[in-house]
């Protein structure tokens, strides 16, 4: 074992699998071809900075720093040896202007990180307790983001949290990297997601395509403040 393949043994178990001179390693998701993220410069063109929360072990931080490779991108999520693999996968891979925090996103003031073009979320809202103040925190950051998420469909639709409609889902092993930082979260609908972009000021919405998955249908949304045009 060399000492490439010692290291990625040491940050192990992964869940991404990436392939390097020649070899393949890690886990079972194919994060680096992964076409959510792909997708994002078709919509947003032109990005100084751009935030992504809830960056795992940093497969699809690998795509938009060469979707971006002008780009700073920062590269947030709450699991200490989610970030360690993220440094190392974009580090193989020679990836510049590439910054990382450990944050609570439940809770976490981003204030201290600065504006974005851009904010990418794919795959975090439907684990958090309360993805509607998270998204308030967000918009103080942001005038747009490119959301993925499991929501909630309108038949099991049973837990009212104010003016939101949703279910409440409960998580796995903490130990698993993708699962959240607290016991359960809320997956609201599809019209409740969207109450909550409104309310975070968010008053534009393309949804680019709408898919089942094992823990129920999921959307694609482009949000901006402002009208939005191609």
């Known amino acids: 074992m060399n000492h490439l393949e010692a290291e990625i043994a040491r940050l192990g178990p992964w869940v991404t699998r990436f392939d390097f001179a020649g070899k393949t390693f890690g886990g079972t998701y194919d994060a680096l071809n992964d076409d959510r993220v792909s997708r994002l410069p078709q919509f947003f063109s032109q990005c100084r900075r751009i935030l992504e929360v809830g960056c795992l072990e940093g497969g699809h931080t690998v795509i938009l720093s060469r979707a971006y490779p002008t780009a700073e991108i920062v590269a947030i999520d709450g699991k200490p040896e989610n970030l360690a ?18 944050e609570d996103l439940e809770t976490a003031d981003l204030s201290s990180y600065g504006r974005f073009e851009a904010v990418v979320c794919l795959g975090l809202l439907y684990h958090l307790e309360a993805p509607w103040t998270f998204l308030s925190r967000v918009s103080a950051q942001t005038d747009a983001m490119y959301i993925w998420t499991v929501v909630c469909s309108e038949s099991e639709a049973v837990v009212p949290v104010g003016k939101y409609r949703g279910r409440i889902f409960l998580e796995g092993d903490p130990a698993d990297p993708r699962t959240a930082l607290r016991k359960q979260s809320f997956f609201p609908t599809l019209g409740s997601l969207v109450q909550m972009l409104r309310d975070a000021s968010f008053l534009d919405f393309r949804v680019l395509n709408f898919e089942t998955t094992p823990n129920g249908p999921s959307v694609t949304i482009v949000a901006t403040k402002q009208p939005y045009r191609l």
Do not use: M, W
């Not at 974009?90 to 202007?97: E, I, N, Q």
């Open 85 to 102: 693999k993220a440094k190392f996968l974009t580090s193989l891979y020679g990836c510049r202007k590439v910054s990382f925090g450990l």
